[in-house]
């Protein structure tokens, strides 16, 4: 099952998720969740708010963004151009770029456990996390390229 590729590439994150810099990090930050007012941006909902890997952060952020479930699609491309982004106002560290493909990764899971009294949905994440375990070398690798410190 997809779920199984998955455990593998989040456990081996495991020892070094000790040594990723730390900052505040949202916990939920999407389009939803940001207001734009002409130059000036707000964050809504710090209900999920805690101290952790920053890298973390970006992941979760990083996927809302490449995986839109409403429409049952994931984009890669749209994953890495954020986290290019994120990366040209904060630079990350060779080990969260190394981190961000299993912790984009862990997003899967952590939808699929939310809605698992929803078998209809899990299904549907569990079909396009399928299709990222596939690629997964791919993302990592276009992970690399672009962000590569």
């Known amino acids: 099952t997809p779920e199984l590729g998955v ?3 989040v456990l081996a994150l495991g020892p070094r998720r000790g040594r990723l810099p730390v900052s505040l990090v949202h916990g939920g930050l999407h389009r939803d969740h ?8 707000a964050l809504l909902d ?20 490449g995986f839109r479930a409403n429409d049952e699609t994931a984009d890669p491309r749209r994953m ?3 986290a290019r982004a994120y990366h040209r106002v904060l630079t990350l560290a060779a080990c969260e770029v ?11 899971v952590r939808d699929m456990h939310v809605h698992r009294a929803q078998p209809e ?3 549907r994440i ?6 990222f375990l596939a ?15």
């Open 7 to 9: 455990a593998e590439a």
């Open 34 to 41: 940001v207001v734009r007012q002409g130059a000036r941006l």
């Open 98 to 108: 190394e981190a961000l493909t299993g912790l984009v990764l862990r997003c899967f």
């Open 135 to 149: 690629n997964r070398a791919n993302l990592a690798g276009a992970f690399l390229r672009y962000l590569g410190t």
């Open 46 to 65: 710090f209900e999920k708010v805690s101290v952790g890997p920053r890298v973390e952060g970006l992941a979760r952020s990083a996927y809302h963004v």
């Open 80 to 82: 890495v151009a954020y």
């Open 121 to 123: 949905e899990r299904a």
């Open 126 to 131: 569990a079909l396009v996390l399928g299709e």
